[in-house]
């Protein structure tokens, strides 16, 4: 049997837990294939390695680094605590250099796992892979799923164990290029599917995937099962616990993944597999939410008379290189909801601009602070009553809902409220759903 395990950030932060990562990968010997974070935070209010590195990108021609200077620290003490034969200066000192000659942030980004896999190969006594050499992106930054398979598949298959560090790959000018925030999950996946493994086990902080935020709802219930489509969807809409893209890898082979906690091992954790039969019926799996988005709203009277009037907005945002999370529209009026992410600097004028152009409409108006809930479960499908449901909770605890979105494949219903009534409204939703 072969198990490729990924341990993130939490699980790396210091010796105690690092000691304790290796106590899980030596208490069972198909754990073969390891993916490391960079170091996360210790404590509440403490760095995390990866911020550091984009601070310390910012900070390259400044006299003073103070971020790289807190970074050499954390490493050189990781290294002596563990009283490891490894010279981490030298390693430190090459990250420094290359992030004062590089010209993108995402070299800087990845010498946190970089340095983390180096530090853990040498605890272990197996090889370090260097991501660069088996991680391929295409000269537009896009995954190259095919080439790297083939390289994963052959540089695995007559490895006995290898530490590998997640989050980055490189381009075909040899050029460092990340995963959105996050990605060490999908490297984990990548090496599952290269190394034909049996199960992925994704190693990190809770007792696996939970029906609601734990840092929102105390102690709620933990899904046994999920699947990789209920994943995507609550992963996508905030539950971060696993990066959303990282069952692409998977599918192709029908791997399961398995969320463990480092600090409960003999916690089951969730697993997370394409078909989850027939836990399918379950109603609502779990709830997910984000804040941060904007919506933009049109009226025009007769909209639905106008002849591609949808297509004409949707190009100023294509034009404006900007993506849409939902369009809700009723027969005058049309909304987008952006991602606020999306719309630095002068964006969000010059769309409205340019829309106000394009569309001749009576009234725009943009609103922001909104957050996003998705209520997700494969069993919502043709069963009724769930949307009334969601109704119910949040008009008795007086949460105005402003927008409401039904999913193609039934399998969530996404509403729109104010960001101050995100984390209510999540509360009066666990109680209808869970309690
Ligand atoms: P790692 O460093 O191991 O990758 P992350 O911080 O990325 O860990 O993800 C684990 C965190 O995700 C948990 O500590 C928890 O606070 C948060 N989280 C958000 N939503 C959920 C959820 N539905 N279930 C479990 N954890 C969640
Ligand atoms: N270290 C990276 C981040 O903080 C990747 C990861 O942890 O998965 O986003
Ligand atoms: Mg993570």
Same mark, same amino acid.
Request: net charge negative.
């Given at each position: ?5 990924k ?6 932060a ?13 208490s069972d ?8 974070s ?5 404590f509440?209010?403490d760095d995390?390695?990866?911020?550091l590195?984009?601070q310390?990108f910012n ?6 680094q103070p971020?790289?200077?807190?970074i050499?620290?954390r490493y050189i003490?990781i ?10 200066e030298?390693?430190l000192?090459?990250?420094e ?6 010209r993108?942030?995402d ?5 946190g796992e970089y340095?983390?896999?180096l530090?853990?190969?040498?605890i272990?006594?197996w090889?370090f892979i260097d991501a ?5 992106f ?8 095919e ?5 994963v ?10 530490v590998i560090g997640?989050?980055?790959g490189s ?7 990340t995963?959105?925030r996050?990605g ?6 990548i090496?599952?599917?290269?190394a034909k493994?049996d199960i ?6 809770v @007792?696996?995937?939970? +029906?609601?935020? =734990?840092?929102?709802?105390?102690n709620? *219930?933990?899904? $046994? %099962? ?9 992963s996508?809409?905030?539950a ?5 893209d990282?069952?692409f ?6 791997i399961?993944? @398995?969320v463990?906690? +480092?600090?409960? =091992?003999?916690?089951k954790?969730?697993? *997370?597999?394409? $078909? %989850?039969?027939?836990?399918g ?7 997910a939410?984000k804040a941060?988005y904007?919506?933009?709203f049109?009226k025009?009277?007769?909209m639905?008379?106008e002849l591609?009037?949808?297509?004409k907005?949707l190009?100023?945002?294509?034009n404006?290189?900007v993506?849409l999370e939902? %369009?809700?529209t009723?027969i005058d009026?049309?909304?987008?909801i952006?991602?606020?992410?999306e719309?630095k ?6 769309l409205?601009?340019e ?6 409409p009576?009234?725009v108006e943009?609103s922001?602070?909104l957050a ?5 479960g494969q ?13 119910n909770a ?6 105005n809902i402003r927008m409401?979105?039904?999913?193609s494949s039934?399998m969530?219903i996404?509403i729109?409220?104010?960001e101050?009534?995100?984390?209510k409204?999540?509360?009066?939703l666990y109680?209808e759903?869970f309690?």
């Amino acid at each position: 049997m072969i198990k490729v395990c990924k341990f993130g950030g939490t699980s790396m932060a210091d010796k105690k837990s690092i000691e304790q990562v290796v106590k899980v990968i030596r208490s069972d010997e198909d754990r073969r294939f390891v993916v490391v974070s960079a170091p996360g935070k210790r404590f509440s209010g403490d760095d995390k390695i990866t911020d550091l590195l984009y601070q310390s990108f910012n900070e390259r021609f400044d006299d003073r680094q103070p971020s790289f200077d807190k970074i050499k620290e954390r490493y050189i003490s990781i290294v002596k605590e563990l009283a490891l034969d490894i010279d981490i200066e030298k390693y430190l000192y090459e990250a420094e250099q290359g992030i004062e000659s590089s010209r993108t942030s995402d070299y800087a980004a990845s010498r946190g796992e970089y340095l983390c896999a180096l530090i853990f190969a040498n605890i272990l006594g197996w090889q370090f892979i260097d991501a660069a050499d088996i991680i391929k992106f295409n000269s537009k930054g896009q995954f190259d799923s095919e080439t790297t398979n083939d390289l994963v598949s052959a540089r695995l298959k007559d490895a006995n164990n290898a530490v590998i560090g997640g989050f980055y790959g490189s381009m075909p000018d040899g050029a460092i290029k990340t995963f959105s925030r996050g990605g060490s999950d999908i490297t984990g996946s990548i090496i599952a599917r290269g190394a034909k493994a049996d199960i992925y086990e994704n190693w990190t902080d809770v @007792n696996g995937f939970m +029906t609601a935020d =734990p840092r929102i709802i105390k102690n709620p *219930i933990p899904i $046994d %099962v999920l699947s990789y489509d209920e994943l995507r969807e609550l992963s996508y809409m905030g539950a971060s616990v696993l990066h959303p893209d990282s069952i692409f890898p998977l599918r192709y082979s029908n791997i399961p993944i @398995n969320v463990r906690n +480092t600090f409960e =091992p003999e916690n089951k954790g969730t697993t *997370i597999v394409n $078909d %989850v039969g027939a836990m399918g019926a379950r109603l609502v799996t779990g709830i997910a939410g984000k804040a941060g988005y904007v919506s933009i709203f049109i009226k025009k009277s007769m909209m639905n008379n106008e002849l591609g009037f949808a297509r004409k907005v949707l190009s100023v945002l294509e034009n404006n290189g900007v993506s849409l999370e939902h %369009v809700p529209t009723g027969i005058d009026t049309m909304s987008v909801i952006i991602d606020g992410n999306e719309l630095k600097g002068d964006k969000e004028h010059k769309l409205v601009e340019e829309i106000m152009a394009s569309t001749g409409p009576d009234r725009v108006e943009v609103s922001k602070n909104l957050a996003l809930i998705a209520i997700v479960g494969q069993g919502m499908a043709e069963k009724i009553g769930t949307a009334a449901k969601v109704f119910n909770a949040l008009c008795k605890h007086e949460v105005n809902i402003r927008m409401i979105d039904q999913g193609s494949s039934e399998m969530n219903i996404i509403i729109g409220v104010a960001e101050s009534d995100l984390k209510k409204s999540i509360v009066a939703l666990y109680e209808e759903f869970f309690n």
